[in-house]
């Protein structure tokens, strides 16, 4: 029997889900079930981003960027950052 992964979502990603449409949660929650089932399907990010993988999928027929961490010792699923390639990496970083 397989185990539940937890599901966490930090107050920034939550504030980005409060602003889609029904139709974009919809594509959205397809993400993460997809990322349940298999949390490495995103690629993993190196230098100073190396805590975080990217998973990329279509909102909307446009492509959309789901950020997220993963511990596979206790299957926590951490979602932390939704958006579209623009300036994503720059606002995880919070530098400049």
């Given at each position: 029997?397989?185990?539940?992964?937890?599901?966490?979502?930090?107050?920034?990603?939550?504030?980005?889900?409060?602003?889609?449409?029904p139709?974009?949660?919809?594509d959205?929650?397809?993400?993460?079930?997809?990322?349940?089932?298999?949390?490495?399907?995103?690629?993993?990010?190196?230098?100073?981003?190396?805590?975080?993988?990217?998973?990329?999928?279509?909102?909307?027929?446009?492509?959309t960027?789901?950020?997220?961490?993963?511990?596979?010792?206790?299957?926590?699923?951490?979602?932390?950052?939704?958006?579209?390639?623009?300036?994503?990496?720059?606002?995880?970083k919070?530098?400049?």
């Open positions: 029997m397989a185990k539940a992964t937890t599901v966490l979502q930090t107050p920034t990603f939550r504030k980005a889900v409060k602003k889609l449409n139709d974009q949660k919809k959205l929650d397809l993400a993460v079930k997809d990322l349940m089932a298999n949390p490495n399907i995103g690629e993993r990010k190196k230098g100073d981003l190396a805590f975080l993988r990217v998973h990329k999928f279509k909102m909307k027929k446009q492509l960027l789901l950020g997220y961490s993963f511990d596979d010792g206790a299957l926590v699923l951490e979602l932390m950052a939704l958006g579209l390639h623009e300036n994503f990496y720059r606002d995880i919070r530098k400049k």
